[in-house]
Nanobody, 124 residues
Framework: QVQLVESGGGLVQAGGSLRLSCAAS????????VGWFRQGPGKEREFVGI???????TYDDSVKGRFTISRDNAKNTVYLQMNSLKPEDTAVYYC??????????????????WGQGTQVTVSS
């Protein structure tokens, strides 16, 4: 069982930056693939990006070039660095984890564990 806890959300002006953290329990977290999702007001939860267990990353086009995912396996933590934030980035951000590679990584159902979410609000 893996427990995930997000932190780092808050209120920021457009153009600003925030770094979210996803801290996990478990000694083998480095073997997990970790995805980031977000859910804006009145919207479906959508894929943001993923940190594969091997360390590489994949991003949705909407955040490519602005968001960066990194991980520190020694600290059991995955980070989402968000730069050049826009009002449309306003959402609750979630991290999710799975031990298995899935080609459907952008879908919510591909993950076994979820955090509780952290709110990010970008003002114009």
């Amino acid at each position: 069982q893996v427990q995930l806890v997000e932190s780092g959300g808050g209120l920021v002006q457009a153009g600003g930056s925030l770094r979210l953290s996803c801290a996990a329990s478990g000694r083998t977290f480095g073997t997990y693939t970790v995805g980031w999702f977000r859910q804006g007001p009145g919207k479906e939860r959508e894929f943001v990006g993923i940190s594969w267990s091997g360390g590489s990353t994949t991003y949705d086009d909407s955040v490519k070039g602005r968001f960066t995912i990194s991980r520190d396996n020694a600290k059991n933590t995955v980070y989402l660095q968000m730069n050049s934030l826009k009002p449309e980035d306003t959402a609750v951000y979630y991290c999710a984890a799975t031990k298995y590679y899935k080609s459907t990584y952008s879908l919510r159902g591909s993950y076994d564990y979820w955090g509780q979410g952290t709110q990010v609000t970008v003002s114009s």
